[in-house]
C-alpha cells in the first residue's frame, strides 16, 4: 500500500515564504512525475507545479519566479518552496506523485493561508 504524507502548511503573512514536503512510503518499485496542486475555496483544483523523472520542471503562470519544485529520488520525497507569497496563494495544496508505472496517488492535502 502506497501513503503520501505532507507537511509544512500553515499561516503566514503577505511576503513570507514557506516550505512544503511529501514523503511517500510503501510498496513502492518507480517513481515518476510529482507535483502539486491547490484548491482554493469554490474553485477547482490546480497544478501548481510538477516534476519529472529526469528533472523537467513545469511551473503555473501565476507561481512562476516564486514557487520552486524539487525532488529526491531516492528519499521518495518532493517539496515545493514558496515565496513572496500572496493572499492569492491561500488554498489545499495536494502532493501528487505517478508510482509504479501504474496510478496517481495524492496525499491527504495540506493548509496554506496567506494574510494581507
Known amino acids: 500500500q502506497v501513503q503520501l504524507v505532507e507537511s509544512g502548511g500553515g499561516l503566514v503573512q503577505a511576503g513570507g515564504s514557506l516550505r512544503l514536503s511529501c514523503a511517500a512510503s510503501?510498496?513502492?518499485?518507480?517513481?515518476?512525475?510529482m507535483g502539486w496542486y491547490r484548491q482554493a475555496p469554490g474553485k477547482q483544483r490546480e497544478l501548481v507545479a510538477n516534476?519529472?523523472?529526469?528533472?523537467?520542471?513545469n511551473y503555473a503562470d501565476s507561481v512562476k519566479g516564486r514557487f520552486t519544485i524539487s525532488r529526491d529520488g531516492a528519499k521518495k520525497t518532493t517539496d515545493l518552496q514558496m515565496n513572496s507569497l500572496i493572499p492569492e496563494d491561500t488554498a489545499v495544496y495536494y502532493c501528487?506523485?505517478?508510482?509504479?508505472?501504474?496510478?496517481?496517488?495524492w496525499g491527504q492535502g495540506t493548509q496554506v493561508t496567506v494574510s494581507p
Open positions: 516534476i519529472g523523472s529526469g528533472g523537467r520542471t
Open positions: 501528487c506523485i505517478y508510482i509504479n508505472n501504474e496510478r496517481f496517488y
Open positions: 510503501g510498496s513502492i518499485f518507480s517513481i515518476n512525475t
